[in-house]
Structures are given as structure tokens and as C-alpha cells.
């Protein structure tokens, strides 16, 4: 009985860490490459038919709630002779998207209250969502070919609008940031209130540097629900074994009673305990020899 609740034990504590192995890998898998991959193939599967110079919307799965994505599909022409102004950005003319392709799209993403999961700026506090402008090469019957474009700006810069500003301290500076590739981080003073001026295509936002008493603040509260969150599964690591045990009990006590039952539709037999263990014994009494020969004295 006890190498079997062992046992039990054992396995139990292996899926129990098993279990926290694949949570600490799921809080790692936001990519910023993936997610720019599927809204692009994902905007490719909604909008079927899509027309030059409209911008459409794209609704996503519920796992993206929170992220804002709109597309328009522009000759590269148009975009050239007359940019473009949509929500929060402000693209100028003249600006040369490469490589050279007759037509283009442009992704706008708004990653609202997922951006931290995605993109993070150490030692600073994100005020703003991020957004990001980036744009593919397109065709005719294809909304996106999901081929990266740059941007070339020589005159004017790209404005990005910043409308929804976290509370910050007074005395704090904000200041622009562009996420680069391979988790770069691009500083830029703000020229104007809540707008950041952007050379290139990208993602991008507004931040202000993190005080003690914020990162003090961050640290204890992941310590009381990493704590939390490791109590709560101890526990229920603590149930199931009691409930493993238990249900290993019981069955052992139904094939005793199956014994007992079968034992009693036979010959009768007396019982003792071994432990708390019922054990039937044959009885000690033997029969008395009888000789065959009658003439035999007695």
C-alpha cells in the first residue's frame, strides 16, 4: 500500500511540474514577428475582394481582444503624389515605399491593452498603447502578399498621434519610442504633446522612465500572485493525491467484502486480524481415527 500512494505521489509531482513548465513557457510565446504574420495572412482570409483605396477593418479572434488592425490596399503612385492621413497617422508625400511594386498595402495596428505583453521598454513605463504602421507589397488579386516594405522619407516625417495618455508625474519628460528588430528600442524627444515624428515604417509609442518606487511596487505584486498561484496549485497537487489514496482504499475494501461474501457460501471458517486486515483461518480440530478391523482391542 505504501509504494503504491509512492507512486501515486511520484506521478503526481511530475504532471504537477510538468504543468508549471508549460505556464512559464505560454507567459513567453508573444512574438512580435508571429503576430505581424498572422494579422497579415489573417486580413488576407477576411477581406476576400478587396478595393484599391478603401480602408477595411479586420475583426479578430477573441485570443486578440483589445488589438485594433485596419488595411488599405494604394497604388504606389497615389501614395507617393498625395500620402496618406488615417486614425492616428499622419503619412506626408513623397515618401518612396521599397521595393518598387504597382500596388501597396498599409497594416495600421493598434495593440492596445495587449502591448505589454508584446513589446516592453526597460527601466520605463509605457503611457500610450503601441502602434504600428507597416507596409506590404500587394496585387491585384491579393490583398496583402505578406512581403515587407520600407519606407524612405527625405522631407516630411510620419506623425503618429497619441490621443489616450496614462497619468505621469509632472516633473517627467515623455518620451517616444520605435521598436527595432531582434527587441531594439529607438529614443526620440517629443516635439509636440502626445506626437512622436517617425522616420520609417515600425511600431511605436510613449514612455516615461520608471521610478523605485513603481518597480517596488511591480515586484510585489508578481511575488503575491506567483505565491498565490503556487499555494493554490499545491493544494490541489494535495487533494488529488488524498483523493487517489482514498479511492485505492475503497477499491481494496470492496475486494475483501467480494472475498468474505465468497467465502461464507462455503465452508465455514474461523477468522482472525492481522492488522486491520480480516484473515479466514481453517479450523484446528481433527476427527478421531477409527480402525477397520472390529476385532481389534479397544
Not at 177 to 206: D, L, N, Q, W
Request: aromatic share 12%; net charge positive.
Amino acid at each position: 500500500m505504501g509504494l503504491k500512494v509512492e507512486r501515486w505521489w511520484q506521478i503526481t509531482w511530475i504532471i504537477f511540474s510538468l504543468f508549471l513548465s508549460s505556464l512559464v513557457e505560454a507567459s513567453d510565446t508573444y512574438d512580435q514577428d508571429s503576430l505581424d504574420t498572422f494579422l497579415c495572412k489573417h486580413a488576407n482570409k477576411v477581406i476576400e475582394k478587396p478595393r484599391t483605396g478603401t480602408f477595411y477593418n479586420i475583426s479578430l479572434p477573441g485570443n486578440f481582444t483589445g488589438i485594433e488592425v485596419s488595411v488599405v490596399r494604394l497604388r504606389t503612385v497615389s501614395f507617393w503624389l498625395r500620402g496618406v492621413n488615417y486614425s492616428f497617422f499622419n503619412i506626408p508625400r513623397r515618401v518612396v515605399p521599397q521595393p518598387n511594386r504597382k500596388r501597396m498595402a498599409i497594416l495600421y495596428e493598434n495593440l492596445g491593452n495587449l502591448s505589454s505583453h508584446y513589446y516592453n521598454v526597460p527601466n520605463h513605463t509605457m503611457l500610450a498603447p503601441v502602434f504600428g504602421v507597416i507596409p506590404y507589397t500587394s496585387s491585384e488579386t491579393t490583398l496583402i502578399d505578406c512581403e515587407n516594405m520600407n519606407f524612405i522619407i527625405q522631407r516630411e516625417p510620419i506623425r503618429i498621434h497619441f490621443p489616450h495618455i496614462r497619468p505621469y508625474a509632472k516633473n517627467v519628460t515623455p518620451i517616444c519610442v520605435k521598436f527595432g528588430a531582434g527587441g531594439s528600442v529607438k529614443f526620440r524627444k517629443m516635439i509636440r504633446p502626445y506626437v512622436c515624428e517617425a522616420k520609417s515604417e515600425g511600431h511605436y509609442t510613449i514612455v516615461v522612465p520608471t521610478t523605485k518606487s513603481q518597480t517596488q511596487n511591480k515586484s510585489k505584486g508578481f511575488n503575491i500572485w506567483w505565491v498565490l498561484g503556487f499555494v493554490i496549485c499545491f493544494v490541489g497537487l494535495v487533494v488529488l493525491v488524498l483523493v487517489l489514496i482514498i479511492i485505492v482504499k475503497v477499491v481494496k475494501r470492496r475486494k475483501m467484502r467480494k472475498m468474505e461474501k465468497f467465502s461464507e457460501k462455503g465452508e465455514a471458517f474461523d477468522t482472525f486480524w492481522i492488522g486491520e486486515t480480516k484473515v479466514p483461518v481453517a479450523s484446528m480440530r481433527r476427527t478421531h481415527p477409527v480402525l477397520e478391523n472390529d476385532d481389534a482391542p479397544h
